[in-house]
């Protein structure tokens, strides 16, 4: 792992050398909006369970987290003006690369999930907090579009758990088990290519989950062709049916 916090280091300062002056663009943006901070700084559970302080350009209204679930459809009344194109170009992910830099995060790994969602977890899942957690991985790039997913359900949080963190989980457990640096290059590759080739790059992902061997639904849920049904996470019976 030596080789993977090496290549996070060197690439997290070379990012953050070019992503700088977009970072700072769209702070001041959100910060003349409403005059307060630009920065979202949210409680995250990571490697071991332990938590972390997570970084991201605030796309939502200040304290949006009391003001309803941790799930977001593209028509949150808590989302800001210009919180839409923030998360459509995943433009609040980039402060992150200063978790990266700090130890908490990696470039590529699970995405990190609040203390309520962890609690949820099944024994299975859990096994997603034994690596560091990341900015981008496998579901990362399958469910980049999850506003528009949750867009249609009158409650998100419940949609999520049903149809979305049933194969995020999946996906997210499968690359526990498959990582490697090479994958890691992959998978930041075509997390990039995704705000412009989504189509091609589902078709890339999926053929990359079957190259390791992920089984039949993985590699379908990967191309985003069927609609989503309702599905029990790892190490459930049934679907999630109340949070």
Do not use: H
């Amino acid at each position: 792992m030596r080789l993977k916090r090496s290549f996070d280091i060197l690439l997290g300062l070379l990012l953050l050398l070019f992503i700088s002056p977009i970072i700072i663009t769209f702070c001041l943006i959100v910060f003349l909006y409403d005059k307060n901070n630009p920065l979202y700084i949210s409680k995250r559970i990571g490697l071991n369970g332990k938590p972390f302080k997570i970084f991201k350009i605030r796309s939502m209204v200040i304290n949006a987290d009391k003001l309803g679930g941790t799930s977001t459809s593209k028509r949150d009344r808590r989302l800001l003006p210009v919180g839409n194109l923030i998360r459509k170009l995943k433009l609040d992910e980039f402060t992150q690369v200063i978790n990266v830099l700090n130890g908490s995060m990696s470039f590529v790994g699970p995405r990190p999930n609040t203390p309520f969602d962890v609690n949820l977890y099944s024994s299975e899942e859990k096994v997603l907090l034994s690596v560091r957690p990341g900015i981008t991985d496998f579901s990362s790039i399958v469910f980049s579009d999850e506003g528009n997913i949750l867009d249609k359900y009158s409650d998100p949080d419940l949609a999520y758990n049903q149809l979305i963190r049933p194969w995020k989980s999946r996906l997210g457990l499968f690359y526990v088990e498959k990582r490697n640096i090479l994958l890691d290059i992959q998978l930041i590759f075509l997390t990039f290519l995704n705000s412009f080739y989504r189509t091609k790059v589902l078709i890339l992902v999926s053929k990359l989950v079957k190259k390791y061997g992920g089984s039949s639904s993985l590699v379908a849920v990967s191309k985003r062709q069927d609609e989503l049904k309702s599905t029990p996470p790892p190490g459930f019976k049934d679907p999630i049916s109340k949070i």
